[in-house]
Structure formats: structure tokens, C-alpha cells
């Protein structure tokens, strides 16, 4: 009895333990405790930011908040996001010599996590799940999540990470569900990471530098955001462009480089953090192909895709499209 006790409690701690671990189930890779200083304190409510106007759950953008198109995005396990950007009155986003983005003190930078009940018809309704924010002060990004209520009314600070089942019908007409699990914050930093400080990931020129429809007309991105006055004014034809690496009618190769440099390369770049720096690639779009490790890593690419160990936070599902995609890229090469 005293033995079966002690068993039990055992357990019991190992339990524990797993879940209030930080690393909240990251594959068996290990992750350090990032810790990386906050310049802000985030509020408890997502409402205090005032980032939706009118029924929350609409998510229509308050005025000076822009929505934001990318040309390849990160998957994460099917859901719907949107993009928002605001930048405080009279400052901009600056073109740095490297071609990176400056982002002024006071952006904010949203995405909004939802699955539409079924794919085939948006208007039958969409659960929104989590609504992530960076908030940048003092030269500084801050993040932190918050998690949308039952009632699609309110959201609220979530720091440590949570499961939430969701079922959804897909494009096909198969119902689907996931265990979908909103990151703590220290997985959030181990993506949102560059040379041991938080960074931005999606908002690049390359990324932005694409055709969107504004007031009913297509026009490039990066010219809008000009025009509003969110981006200083310097000269398009320097600027490099991805592809979307769902578009069937872009070369393999740019469609192969689009999605490991969205999906794999947050980690997989010399700025990263140490153990993934270590491993000598480096998957961001503009890295020359004989810089990037690739042609060394064919095997373990493939490999690694395809038994569903990378990449290992993000996702709880494996990416079928995308690995199909990596596979036939590498095997081209
Ligand atoms: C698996 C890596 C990964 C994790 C974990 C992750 N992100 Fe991101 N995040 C990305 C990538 C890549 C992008 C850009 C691509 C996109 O939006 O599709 C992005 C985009 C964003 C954006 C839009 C602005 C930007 O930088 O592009 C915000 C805000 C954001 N993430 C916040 C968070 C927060 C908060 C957490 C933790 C709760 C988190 N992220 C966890 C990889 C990650
Ligand atoms: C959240 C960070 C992260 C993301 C995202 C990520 N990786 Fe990794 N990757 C790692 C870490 C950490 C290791 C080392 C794992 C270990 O040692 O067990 C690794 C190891 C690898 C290796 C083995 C390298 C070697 O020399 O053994 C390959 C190949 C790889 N990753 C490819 C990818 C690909 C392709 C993607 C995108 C589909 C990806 N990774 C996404 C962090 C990441």
C-alpha cells in the first residue's frame, strides 16, 4: 500500500513538473530561459490597446492601425491570422543600409490567430483564438499574448501557455481538430530572437514588397505605406521581393527558399540562439545560396522535415504541403 502511495505520488511530481516546466513541450529539444527584459508592463486586457473598433470580435482596425500583407507567411497548424501595424503619429519606419526595417519607439505589431467554422462559407462564423502583440519602447520589442474568451468578447493576458481544442470544418469539407497551443513567452522568444535581443519577423521589405488591393485598387505595399507616411520615402527598385511559395507559377527554388526562410530560418540564421546558430545554416531569403548550408544538408533536411522533428514549437500538426514542397525542392538541387 505505502509502495503504491509512493508511486502514485511520484507521478504525481513528475507530472507536475512537466507542466510547469517553461519548455512546455518543445519536441525534447531543450530551450534555456531566455529571460529577456521587458521596457514595458503589459496591461491585463487586450481592450486597453484599443486595437479593434466597433464589435471586438469583427476585428475591424481602429484608425492608425494598418492591416499588413506578407508574401509567404509561417504555417501554424491551419490558422487564419491578421496583420496589423501602428506607428505613432509623425514617425516612420526607416530603410536601414542593410535594407532591414527601423521601427520607431511606440509601433505596435498584432496578429490575430482564428479558423473559420467551415472554410467553404467565412460567413458561417470563425472562433479567434489568441491575439499576439510586439510592442516596442525604448528601442526595445516587448511581447506577450492574450487569449480570446468563449463569448469572442473580450482577451485576456496569457504568459504561460494553454491548450485549447478547436474543430473547424476544412476547404475540402473534412472536419479537423487540433489540440492548438498558444506559446508561453519564452517560446515566443526563442522565434522572436536576433544577435540576443527581441526582434521582429515577418514585417521585411523583401516580405512587404508586393501588390495588395487598397480603396478597391491594386497597388504596391511598401508605396501605400509611403503614402500614408508610415514608411519613409527611398526608391522601390531597390527593393528585393519574395515569392509566396503557394504560388505554383514561381521557380521551385524561390517557392523552397520562401518557405524555409519563413518557416525555419527565425531560428536557423547566424544571429539565432546558440543551438540552432551552431548547426551552420542560414535559411533567410537574402543569403546567397552558397552561404545558406544547404547543399551540406540535403539528408538531414529531408529527414528532419519529414519525420515531423522540425520545426518543433509553432506547430502541433505536420505542414503536408510544405514538407512536399521541401522535399521536391532539395531533391532538384
Ligand atoms: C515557431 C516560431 C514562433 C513562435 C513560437 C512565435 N512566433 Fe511570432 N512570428 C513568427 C514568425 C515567423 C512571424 C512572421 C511570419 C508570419 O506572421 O506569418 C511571426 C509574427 C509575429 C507577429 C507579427 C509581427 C512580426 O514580427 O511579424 C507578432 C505580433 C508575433 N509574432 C508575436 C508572437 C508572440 C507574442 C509569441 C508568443 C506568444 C510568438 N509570436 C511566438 C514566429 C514565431
Ligand atoms: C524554434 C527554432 C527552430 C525552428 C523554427 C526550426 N529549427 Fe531546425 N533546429 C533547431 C534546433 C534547436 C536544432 C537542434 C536540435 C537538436 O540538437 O536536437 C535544430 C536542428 C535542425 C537540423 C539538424 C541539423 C544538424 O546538423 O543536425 C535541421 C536539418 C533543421 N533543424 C532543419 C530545420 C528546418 C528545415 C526547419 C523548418 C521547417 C527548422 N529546422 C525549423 C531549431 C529550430
Given amino acids: 500500500m505505502n509502495k503504491i502511495t509512493f508511486f502514485i505520488v511520484g507521478l504525481a511530481l513528475i507530472t507536475v513538473s512537466a507542466c510547469t516546466d517553461n519548455d512546455f513541450d518543445n519536441n525534447g529539444v531543450e530551450i534555456p530561459n531566455f529571460n529577456f527584459s521587458k521596457t514595458i508592463v503589459f496591461e491585463d486586457s487586450l481592450s486597453t490597446y484599443n486595437i479593434f473598433t466597433g464589435k471586438m470580435s469583427e476585428l475591424n482596425p481602429s484608425e492608425g492601425f494598418e492591416e499588413l500583407a506578407l508574401s509567404s507567411v509561417l504555417f501554424t497548424d491551419f490558422a487564419e491570422k ?59 520589442w516587448n511581447v506577450a499574448t492574450y487569449v480570446w474568451n468563449q463569448e469572442q468578447t473580450a482577451a485576456t493576458l496569457e504568459l504561460n501557455g494553454i491548450t485549447t481544442q478547436v474543430s473547424w470544418i476544412n476547404e475540402a469539407g473534412a472536419n479537423k481538430t487540433i489540440s492548438y497551443k498558444v506559446p508561453t513567452e519564452n ?20 516580405n512587404l514588397n508586393r501588390e495588395v488591393e487598397k480603396d478597391s485598387q491594386q497597388v504596391n505595399q511598401i508605396s501605400h505605406l509611403q ?20 504560388d505554383g507559377q514561381a521557380s521551385l527554388s524561390d517557392r523552397g527558399r520562401a518557405y524555409l526562410a519563413m518557416n525555419c530560418a527565425h531560428c536557423h540564421n547566424p544571429k539565432a540562439w546558440d543551438t540552432p546558430a551552431g548547426k551552420d545554416l542560414d535559411f533567410r531569403y537574402n543569403t546567397a545560396f552558397g552561404q545558406t548550408g544547404i547543399s551540406d544538408a540535403k539528408d538531414r533536411i529531408i529527414r528532419n522535415v519529414m519525420d515531423g522533428d522540425m520545426p518543433f514549437i509553432g506547430t502541433t500538426v505536420m505542414d503536408h504541403t510544405g514538407v512536399a514542397l521541401i522535399v521536391e525542392y532539395i531533391e532538384s538541387l
Fill in 82 to 140: 491578421q496583420r496589423l501595424v501602428k506607428i505613432p503619429p509623425g514617425k516612420k519606419m526607416i530603410k536601414s543600409p542593410d535594407g532591414s526595417i527601423q521601427f520607431p519607439d511606440g509601433t505596435v505589431l498584432t496578429k490575430t490567430f482564428f479558423y473559420a467554422d467551415d472554410e467553404r462559407d467565412p460567413s458561417l462564423g470563425r472562433r479567434i483564438i489568441e491575439t499576439r502583440l510586439l510592442i516596442k519602447e525604448s528601442s526595445t
Fill in 187 to 206: 517560446q515566443c522568444m526563442t522565434c522572436h530572437q536576433s544577435n540576443g535581443t527581441m526582434s521582429h519577423l515577418g514585417p521585411t521589405l523583401t
Fill in 227 to 246: 503614402r500614408i507616411g508610415f514608411m519613409e520615402d527611398f526608391d522601390l527598385a531597390e527593393v528585393p521581393s519574395m515569392v509566396n511559395y503557394k
